[in-house]
């Protein structure tokens, strides 16, 4: 079992980094450079645009990082941190936790074998600008790129392709019923993979306080539909003609660990890695992607929802 100590922290709001420092055993200092110098890997937990400069500070003195999603707020700077990742040849992990969700892996491993049809995928969450989220730079631009389909649903991007194979096309409609200018908040992706097998994203954020990050997920193959109510424990529903089961909790946990072996919590995955001196999962290659399919949607939605070719 992975086990690492927490070292130094730092936030630009002092107060911050010492009340996680003082929670987590750690101790916070004034600036990066004391994080990265005592450090033999660090998380960069900023508002998306700072990822960049932090993850190239990082990376330049031959630490492990760990960055949270998006990897960046455009397509180019994704993709400059990916490249900066790669020629550095540090062990590198990036935020898209599903990936690590028993759930998840196991509505993956129910797909597999079964000629997919159609994916229909609801996000739904209230504005991460109040409630347990305590800032509010998600209703900046210049720091978070733009809104739901960006800074949340980035993981359904990549879920999606996850689970369908290569996504050959992507079209979208985005909606600003908030009135943040440049902070989407209601999206709708069409996305068609290679076989022709088709998914629809919904995503959404809304003032509902009661709801916090949700997700449902309905798979049609020909012979069998599957379900997901709860991106982490489930349930996940299996139905054929002939039967028809459900899975959550310890036992999904366990039917998943005995599937692929992931670790469910991708913290101590990313921990074990670095002192394994091993790739970590999922890394900025994976994310990239991601990036790939969120660019298409946007440039879809700003030309009309017309079907943009990745």
């Known amino acids: 079992m992975a086990t690492a100590t ?17 929670e987590t055993g750690g101790r916070a200092v004034s600036d990066v450079a004391a994080v990265v110098d005592a450090s ?39 993709t400059q941190l990916h490249d900066l990742v790669t020629v550095a040849g540090v062990t590198n992990q990036v935020g898209l936790v599903l990936r690590h969700s028993p759930a998840f892996r196991h509505l993956h491993a129910s797909l597999q074998n ?43 991007l990549d879920l999606l392709e996850w689970m369908m194979g290569p996504i050959t096309s992507v079209s979208a409609q ?19 993979n290679e076989s022709g097998a088709q998914a629809v994203l919904t995503s959404v954020w809304h003032d509902v306080l009661s709801r916090p990050s949700q997700r449902r997920v309905e798979a049609f193959c020909r ?30 946990v366990t039917a998943a660990n005995e599937t692929d072996g992931l670790d469910t919590n991708p913290d101590a995955a990313f921990v074990q890695a670095v002192l394994d001196d091993e790739p970590a999962y999922p890394d ?27």
């Open 223 to 252: 012979d069998q539909f599957v379900s997901l109510e709860g991106d982490w424990h489930g349930p996940v529903i299996t139905e054929t003609s002939d039967e028809s089961s459900s899975i959550e909790g310890a036992a999904l």
């Open 6 to 22: 927490i070292g130094p922290v730092f936030d630009v709001d002092p107060e911050r980094a010492s009340a996680f420092a003082a």
């Open 114 to 156: 079964h000629e997919l049809m159609n994916i229909v995928f609801r996000d739904d969450q209230y504005i991460p600008i109040q409630g347990m989220y305590g800032s509010t730079w998600r209703a900046d631009p210049d720091l978070a790129g733009a809104g739901t389909l960006l800074e949340h649903s980035i993981h359904d």
């Open 40 to 78: 033999d890997a660090v998380y960069v937990c900023t508002w998306t645009a700072a990822h960049l400069p932090m993850v190239e500070l990082v990376v330049g003195e031959g630490r492990a990082v760990f960055c949270e999603k998006p990897l960046a707020t455009d397509l180019v700077t994704a």
């Open 284 to 310: 900025t290659g994976i994310a990239l992607r991601a990036h790939v399919l969120a660019d298409a949607a946007y440039r879809s939605a700003a030309d009309g929802g017309h079907s943009v070719d990745v």
């Open 174 to 192: 985005i909606r600003n019923v908030h009135g943040i200018e440049g902070i989407d908040d209601s999206a709708t992706v069409t996305l068609v």
